[in-house]
């Protein structure tokens, strides 16, 4: 076994690997970037080694630097994780020449799939069902739509070299296909360096079902289950369970065969996953086979008790696979949820900003958070937005579900977007819970999905009101006891006036309104009470503040909720949900200028890719303007309405910041 490694990775893949290093007793190294000289797993790693400037390019792809600071600490072997460089057979390459130990698959296995048109042609050979579809080398634009054409629309165009969703694209009509391949190409080329295209044939309403396969370099392969990866947005999953519901025993059985077939078929060995789309009348076909380990290998860890990590390293090390397929067994069920920085109400916009509060669900046998960030750090343009994987076992899918919903009740962030809310009622809505699962579902429920209150703007308010108060109230006591005077009357907060009502007037900003509560404390003691005019509704509240944490009494309804503040903005948290809101300043009557509107904007930080409109040329309503990319995905700026772009004021390669302007935009009369 090794004695020390290097993870040439970031964030949460990287600290994983971490605990099932050092819980084996191997020492770690970590490489990290500018960006990343604070991070925790840098903080985590026994030894780490500085590799370059923010941007990917410049540090974690750069092969050379990685293996410099594997032969400067002494690392025997290196993990790439997912991402980056796990998928990049000239870098197993290079590693074999430097004698360093690749933790994953030979370089002829990722070379075989790394092309997904290749891969295909292998899987066929091996008698490996597929979808119908174009994977030749002709990448004749005109032959690409013929192909598309001759299937029959929708057809999903994909990246020969991608993964995890980039450089692909579904094309439901031949008027759109160009302008989709060029959105895909640039996505592509951006991503892996290659804008090559297959296309196929679009299923409708598939499955998305993958195979986990562990294979050693003694004959041995086993399948370690599988996983329901169903549930996506932008074709990258949000959700993965496993076991999949609703397989019999012969389905799994087969999906399993075919899957340790397929990675024999290339001489595989290590932690490999092979993805197929199941079809609602039990029909599977061959999609991909990704190379290394999955975003979602916990589930399967849940299930079977075993460590995929562990697995992997003694697989590196010439071991032998710890079980045969008859001792690997499969207990209970397991859900993963992703939770990244993003605006689900804004197409899954990704968001930057810092972790302004950060509260986790506690772990325990039955709940488990994968994470590479801590409360303060900041979620950059550089990398993914992920934040952290919720992870849940139970003894069957109910129980797990339940949990699931409990887990993300009791995740608490503030400082930016999070889809946390989103995934939240994905976890309780009916169809999810029926287990109606298909790579549609988020587009076909989104009346149960987004946008979803879980309660009243009056309840929202008189909670808001009573955090106020009772918050007044204590700076005015820690005032008081600071005082010579502590009974003086300019530390009393009870809105004492003489012959009249205790009232208090507070100016709130809630859900993109300026709204007025008028507070009359009733009582005082320990739980003072006050009732809140609220819309036009008398609301009593009573309460008590410790810390950051709210035990409310609304009409003799008790609820505990945390309250985190940051930059100005109070976020609310309880079982329900969350909501935001803020205490508005007096008016002084001077306004901030706005600048001026109507001309588009970036959504966040970005690089401009590409300019698509020509300065004085009309053009219709919702034709693409300019590309730019941001957190590894692309994002297309349209026109609102007819008009003329008159300047642009950015060209290809430059940083944009978010909310700046990028073009000058006429209207059309």
Same mark, same amino acid.
């Given at each position: 076994m090794f004695n020390k490694i290097l993870i040439a990775n970031r964030g949460e893949i990287a600290c994983r690997i971490m605990r099932s290093a050092h819980a084996m007793g191997i020492s770690t190294v970590a490489v990290y970037s500018d960006a990343d000289r604070n991070a925790l797993h840098v903080t985590m790693a026994d030894e780490a080694v500085a590799i370059g400037p923010a941007p990917a390019r410049e540090s974690y792809l750069c092969a050379d630097k990685v293996l410099e600071a594997a032969r400067r600490t002494g690392a025997e072997a290196i993990h790439p994780g997912y991402g980056f460089l796990s998928e990049n057979a000239d870098?197993?390459?290079?590693?074999?020449?430097?004698?360093?130990?690749?933790?994953?698959?030979?370089?002829?296995?990722?070379?075989?799939?790394?092309?997904?048109?290749?891969?295909? &042609?292998?899987?066929?050979?091996?008698?490996?069902?597929? =979808?119908? !579809?174009?994977?030749?080398?002709?990448?004749?634009?005109?032959?690409?739509?013929?192909?598309? +054409? *001759?299937?029959?629309?929708?057809?999903?165009?994909?990246?020969?070299? !991608?993964? @995890?969703?980039? !450089?692909?694209?579904?094309?439901?009509?031949?008027?759109?296909?160009?302008?989709?391949?060029?959105?895909?190409?640039?996505?592509?080329?951006?991503?892996?360096?290659?804008?090559?295209?297959?296309?196929?044939?679009?299923?409708?309403?598939?499955?998305? =079902?993958?195979?986990?396969?562990?294979? +050693?370099?003694?004959? &041995?392969?086993?399948?370690?289950?599988?996983?329901?990866?169903?549930?996506?947005?932008?074709?990258?999953?949000?959700?993965?369970?496993?076991?999949?519901?609703? %397989? *019999?025993?012969? %389905?799994?059985?087969?999906?399993?065969?075919?899957?340790?077939?397929?990675?024999?078929?290339? *001489?595989?060995? @290590?932690?490999?996953?092979?993805?197929?789309?199941? +079809?609602? *009348? @039990?029909?599977?076909?061959?999609?991909?086979? &990704?190379?290394?380990?999955?975003?979602?290998?916990?589930?399967?860890?849940?299930?079977?008790?075993?460590?995929? =990590?562990?697995?992997?390293?003694?697989?590196?090390?010439?071991?032998? %696979?710890?079980?045969?397929?008859?001792?690997?067994?499969? &207990?209970?069920?397991?859900f993963e949820a992703r939770i990244y920085a993003e605006d689900p109400d804004n197409d899954f916009m990704p968001a930057t900003g810092v972790l302004g509060f950060l509260q986790t669900p506690q772990e325990s046998a039955v709940l488990r958070v994968d994470t590479g960030v801590r409360q303060g750090d900041e979620v950059s343009i550089y990398y993914d937005p992920m934040i952290a994987k919720l992870i849940v076992w139970g003894e069957d899918r109910q129980q797990a579900l339940r949990l699931l919903a409990k887990g993300l009740s009791q995740y608490r962030v503030a400082g930016l977007s999070t889809n946390i809310d989103f995934l939240y009622n994905l976890s309780t809505c009916a169809p999810f819970a029926a287990a109606q699962l298909d790579t549609g579902f988020i587009d076909r429920h989104r009346d149960l999905l987004f946008d979803q209150a879980q309660t009243s703007q009056q309840e929202d308010l008189a909670l808001a009101s009573l955090y106020i108060l009772l918050r007044r109230r204590q700076q005015a006591r820690s005032r008081a006891s600071a005082h010579g005077d502590p009974w003086s009357p300019w530390h009393t907060t009870s809105g004492w006036r003489m012959n009249e009502p205790h009232l208090q007037r507070l100016a709130l900003y809630y859900r993109d309104q300026e709204l007025e509560v008028t507070a009359e404390q009733l009582s005082s003691g320990e739980s003072p009470v006050y009732r809140l005019h609220i819309d036009e509704h008398l609301v009593e509240v009573t309460g008590q503040l410790n810390g950051d944490e709210l035990l409310a009494d609304i009409d003799g309804f008790r609820q505990k909720i945390t309250v985190a503040k940051h930059d100005g903005v109070f976020s609310a948290y309880r079982s329900s949900g969350a909501f935001q809101f803020s205490l508005l300043a007096p008016d002084t009557g001077e306004a901030g200028d706005t600048g001026p509107g109507g001309n588009p904007r970036a959504p966040m930080n970005g690089t401009i890719v590409a300019l698509l409109a020509k300065p004085g040329v009309a053009v219709a309503a919702d034709t693409p303007l300019l590309v730019m990319e941001a957190m590894k995905m692309e994002h297309t700026i349209r026109a609102s309405t007819a008009g003329v772009v008159t300047e642009f004021y950015c060209q290809p390669g430059d940083l944009v910041d978010g909310n700046a302007e990028l073009l000058n935009f006429a209207p059309q009369e």
């Open positions: 870098f197993c390459r290079a590693c074999e020449a430097a004698g360093i130990v690749f933790i994953g698959p030979p370089t002829a296995a990722i070379e075989a799939m790394g092309s997904k048109s290749a891969a295909k &042609n292998i899987m066929s050979q091996a008698q490996v069902p597929l =979808v119908p !579809g174009y994977h030749g080398e002709d990448q004749d634009p005109a032959v690409l739509q013929q192909h598309a +054409d *001759d299937m029959g629309y929708p057809v999903l165009l994909k990246a020969v070299a !991608g993964g @995890g969703g980039k !450089g692909m694209r579904q094309v439901w009509e031949a008027e759109k296909f160009q302008e989709q391949l060029e959105a895909a190409q640039r996505e592509s080329q951006s991503s892996f360096g290659n804008s090559d295209m297959l296309v196929e044939k679009y299923l409708t309403q598939p499955r998305h =079902v993958e195979i986990q396969v562990f294979c +050693d370099a003694h004959g &041995n392969a086993v399948y370690l289950s599988e996983r329901d990866c169903s549930v996506q947005r932008r074709h990258q999953k949000v959700i993965e369970e496993a076991p999949a519901p609703g %397989l *019999d025993a012969d %389905l799994r059985q087969a999906m399993g065969e075919t899957a340790v077939q397929a990675a024999c078929a290339i *001489d595989y060995r @290590g932690a490999g996953t092979v993805e197929f789309l199941l +079809d609602s *009348d @039990g029909a599977f076909y061959f999609m991909e086979m &990704n190379t290394r380990l999955q975003v979602e290998h916990p589930v399967t860890e849940m299930i079977t008790g075993l460590d995929l =990590v562990e697995w992997q390293l003694r697989i590196a090390a010439g071991e032998t %696979l710890p079980l045969a397929q008859e001792q690997v067994t499969v &207990n209970g069920h397991a």
